[in-house]
Nanobody
Framework: QVQLVESGGGLVQPGGSLRLACATSGFIISIYDMSWYRQAPGKERELVATIATSSGSTNYADSVKGRFTISRDNGKRMVYLQMNSLKPDDTAVYCC???????????WGKGTLVTVSS
């Protein structure tokens, strides 16, 4: 059974940091590119960051460049999102996603809520 389970969300003050984690199971993570998406209330879902499985190359939304860092540990079947210098606009539900590099099949987690507020 495929599972992606996010953790690490919560309430943080502007300027603070959080580290999100995505625990995966039920699929071969080494053939999946991994991403973090977010969706704020009343807004469309936004791709935040992606890390490729083959090269480890990363891509970020312009809104988070220089503040967020995505990483992965295939041995532990984990994906992380380090978020620094958080802003109120970063408030959203953050979801982990996996995309098969061969057939483009997607798996999704249910998300973890991040609230940035004083």
């Amino acid at each position: 059974q495929v599972q992606l389970v996010e953790s690490g969300g919560g309430l943080v003050q502007p300027g603070g940091s959080l580290r999100l984690a995505c625990a995966t199971s039920g699929f071969i993570i080494s053939i999946y590119d991994m991403s973090w998406y977010r969706q704020a209330p009343g807004k469309e879902r936004e791709l935040v960051a992606t890390i490729a499985t083959s090269s480890g190359s990363t891509n970020y939304a312009d809104s988070v460049k220089g503040r967020f860092t995505i990483s992965r540990d295939n041995g532990k079947r984990m994906v992380y999102l380090q978020m620094n210098s958080l802003k109120p606009d970063d408030t959203a539900v953050y979801c982990c996603s996996a995309r098969n590099i061969y057939n483009k099949a997607d798996y999704w987690g249910k998300g973890t809520l991040v609230t940035v507020s004083s």
